[in-house]
RNA sequence: GGGGCCGUAGUUAAGUCGGUUAUAACGCUGGCCUGUCAAGCCAGAGGGCGCGGGUUCGAGUCCCGUCGGCCCCG
């Protein structure tokens, strides 16, 4: 297996650099992979990801599965060829629609078993079918499937939870193939930190390529979502890469690096995209606000994307306000922009032991700007 | 000349046999979005019913007149 992880630095903080190797090239961490659920990340070409930054990009086995199916990846040469896209990709195991879709869902010991949400078609989404359907998709990490659990659960729910999602961890690793791609252990938990250790602990034991943060930044509150890190990092190794699943704000990404987080994912730059807010240097900018209609300045005046060289925020919102393609695009790549600088902005003040100064400054401007 | 239909938020419409603060959609304004069921979701503002009379306890709803638009017959 090609997969690999160096720990260039830490700081005291806790904060880290590193190089995570895969089958498909090596990126350096702290890292955002854009969601990509259904093998595209949203109104971007490979090609515009790659400029805009992006590193690793995520897809989801939940929808390939179900539309166009595994097989015909497979076939045709499997998701990186599929797609266009050769760098690594991650797939998530569908764990997180357990979450998303449990109207439409059943958990037992075995598995999940969903009524489709695109025809309402049963079909049963198990430990090793899940692993089955990401080799086959080609994916260069692949997740276990795990029950992520809503953030009002109580302790008795968590803990039956926690060790399904254990079980089902071990029977994932058991049923990967032995040069497959790399599998990350997920930790569970709930909102008990030392369940969150607990679950750090029995992953660890038994040994996984990485180690991620599942079920948080589910409605809880935001220094709960830290203690959870924190309670769960603790007891992962410091030689093994660490994802913080589904986080999240650009707040969320720098606490989370500081916290020794290493690979972030999170819909939230390229759906709020499409919904019409924008990220800056100065905090959240709504795009379609009345305020923007002759407003000639572009989105973010310290930002060097492509949308900021030559477009103007009043340009941008009348495209959104007719509801135009270009809209979602041109603020799609934005946001990619802002959130892969970030993270490479983050790369550097570790490198250069500026860390503390780097997350002082970056609160300090949303203070200042608020 | 005769007959008929229609005028209700910015727009298009719904308003039962007259009965609380006149509905909806779109548009507009604002907010939200954290391992994508999401070009999505939530909330808000906005009209007193073409105009003038009348009947009635009560009129967008009924009657008369009038203005505007449309249609049919001469």
């Known amino acids: 297996m090609s997969f690999g992880f160096e720990l260039l630095k830490k700081d005291e903080a806790g904060a880290r650099l590193g190089r995570v190797t895969t089958a498909h090239g090596a990126f350096t961490t702290p890292v955002f992979m854009p969601v990509g659920t259904k093998a ?19 897809a989801n086995t939940y929808h390939l599965y179900l539309r166009p199916g595994h097989n015909v990846i497979k076939d045709l040469g499997g998701l990186h060829s599929f797609m266009n896209w050769q760098g ?6 569908g764990g997180f629609q357990v979450f998303s879709l449990s ?12 009524n489709s949400h695109l025809d309402g078609a049963r079909y049963t989404l198990t430990p090793e079918n899940t692993v089955e359907v990401q080799e086959a998709l080609g994916s260069d990490i692949i997740m276990p499937l795990d029950e992520c659990a809503p953030s009002g659960a109580d302790r008795e729910y968590t803990v039956r939870s926690m060790n399904l999602t254990h079980r089902w961890a071990l029977r994932s690793k058991a049923a990967k193939r032995e040069e ?9 938990g709930g909102m ?13 034991e038994a040994g996984f390529d990485g180690y991620a943060i599942g079920g948080l930044s589910v409605g809880e509150e935001k220094d709960v979502m830290r203690e959870m890190t924190y309670a769960a990092v603790e007891h992962l190794p410091e ?14 990404l720098v606490l989370g690096v500081e916290a020794g987080i290493d690979m972030f994912d999170c ?10 807010t924008l990220f800056t240097s100065g905090g959240k900018l709504v795009i379609k606000n009345s305020r923007f209609e002759r407003d000639p300045e572009p989105v973010d005046p310290e930002c060097a994307c492509y ?12 495209l959104f306000m007719a509801g135009e393609i270009l809209a979602m695009r041109l603020n799609t790549l934005h946001n990619l922009y802002y959130y892969t600088a970030l993270m490479k902005d983050m790369q550097r003040a570790v490198r250069e032991d500026a860390f503390g100064d780097f997350k002082k400054s970056f609160f300090g401007r949303l203070a200042a700007l608020a």
């Open 40 to 58: 595209t990340v949203k109104t971007m070409t490979p090609e515009e990801l790659e400029d805009t930054g992006v590193d690793i990009i995520l």
């Open 88 to 93: 690594p990709i991650l797939t998530d195991s």
């Open 103 to 114: 109207n439409l869902r059943k958990i037992d010991e075995r598995g999940v078993t969903f």
């Open 180 to 188: 497959g791609p790399a599998l990350f252990g997920i930790v569970q």
């Open 192 to 204: 008990f930190a030392d369940l969150r250790r607990e679950s750090a602990a029995t992953l660890v």
């Open 239 to 252: 030689e093994s890469p660490r994802y913080l699943m589904g986080v999240g704000t650009p707040e969320d």
């Open 267 to 276: 819909v939230m730059p390229t759906r709020n995209a499409r919904n019409g």
């Open 307 to 318: 949308t900021c060289s030559n477009y103007s925020r009043a340009y941008l919102r009348h």
